[in-house]
């Protein structure tokens, strides 16, 4: 796996074509403050590429992703799908677009996606220490984190705390920051997908809303072996 980078920034008429997919995109999915778009077809033609120049060309494939519009900052998580540890390869997430609120000074530099030292090998999940929420969605609840990997037990990442305000502190028990990227339209950012990670809260930034994609890949397997 590839450690959490930035990748080269988009051209303009990539990040362009890229809004214009979700814009135009046929497989709409409403959820509360967030809205996802999961018709990547046209979208993968323009960021095969860009994948392929970081992984090799066929070596990898597509296991899940979407288009996302949200208003709100993300829940502790990882995006491991269901298919087990041996298929988990890199995330790859374009940030597209963001959108401010009338009437109050935006703190764009507030909006950042954090990357933490710990893993996961079980299915997609929210990691919810301390907290009485029970989202129903596909990814599935962990309020146990004995088998997070890279655990600091007794440790609470400070910086988590202030700069995610939007979340019960006990959450971030035994996580700490690797690398915090700024959101940034039209600059990629790639991480292993068994990362856990968050986002800050961007409505109390000035930012109403902001527009992302992100690509899941893993390994092909071929007779029961990693090619």
């Known amino acids: 796996m590839i450690g959490p980078k930035e990748l080269t920034p988009l051209t303009e008429d990539q990040l362009l074509g890229l809004i214009e997919c979700f814009t135009n995109n046929s497989q709409l999915q409403e959820y509360p403050g967030r809205t996802f778009g999961l018709d990547l077809d046209a979208a993968m033609e323009i960021v095969k590429p860009i994948i392929d120049n970081e992984l090799g060309e066929g070596t990898w494939e597509r296991d899940g992703g979407n288009f996302f519009l949200t208003n709100t900052g993300y829940r502790v998580h990882a995006d491991t799908g269901k298919r087990g540890p041996d298929y988990v390869w890199q995330t790859f997430v374009f940030p597209l677009a963001m959108t401010f609120k009338d009437g109050v000074e935006p ?10 030292n710990q893993t996961w090998s079980g299915d997609a999940a929210f990691f919810l220490r301390g907290s009485p929420d029970e989202p129903s969605e596909y990814n599935t609840v962990v309020k146990d984190y004995a088998a997070v990997g890279n655990i600091e037990h007794h440790t609470i990442d400070g910086w988590l705390i202030d700069n995610c305000p939007h979340l019960n502190s006990s959450n971030f028990y035994g996580l700490t920051v ?29 930012i109403e809303s902001k527009l ?14 990693q090619i």
């Open 107 to 116: 703190r764009p530099e507030k909006n950042k996606l954090i990357v933490l």
């Open 178 to 206: 690797d690398k915090m990227f700024d959101w940034t339209p039209g600059t990629p950012i790639t991480f292993p997908r068994n990362r856990l990670h968050v986002s800050t809260p961007i409505q109390r930034y000035g």
């Open 212 to 225: 992302g994609l992100s690509i899941f890949t893993s390994q092909p397997i071929v007779t029961g072996k």
